[in-house]
Nanobody, 121 residues
């Protein structure tokens, strides 16, 4: 069983910065994507961005240019650096791992516990 432990959430003022961390334990297969989702009050959970094992990234249009995902594979940790934060970024942020043992198997999803990010003055 893979476990994802998040840290770094909190209260930040508009325009500020915050970095989230997600450390994984267990087996991370070669075919994988680690990334972040978020769920704001009254809204559906949405993809923030992700990074493949090979380093390819994708971001939601709403955060592109402001948020940056990075990975430290030796530490099995993924980071979300958030800059120029806006009140609409307020949400519970969830770390996500899409883990695929081999190409012939389904992809398994794992989730962190969620960490609250509140952007408010």
């Amino acid at each position: 069983q893979v476990q994802l432990v998040e840290s770094g959430g909190g209260l930040v003022q508009p325009g500020g910065s915050l970095t989230l961390s997600c450390a994984a334990s267990g087996t991370i297969f070669s075919i994988n994507v680690m990334g972040w989702y978020r769920q704001a009050p009254g809204k559906q959970r949405e993809l923030v961005g992700g990074m493949t094992n090979g380093g390819s990234t994708n971001y939601a249009d709403s955060v592109k240019g402001r948020f940056t995902i990075s990975r430290d594979n030796a530490k099995k940790t993924v980071y979300l650096q958030m800059n120029s934060l806006k009140p609409e970024d307020t949400a519970v942020y969830y770390c996500n791992l899409k883990n695929r043992p081999v190409m012939s198997t389904p992809t398994f999803d794992y989730w962190g516990q969620g960490t609250q990010v509140t952007v408010s003055s």
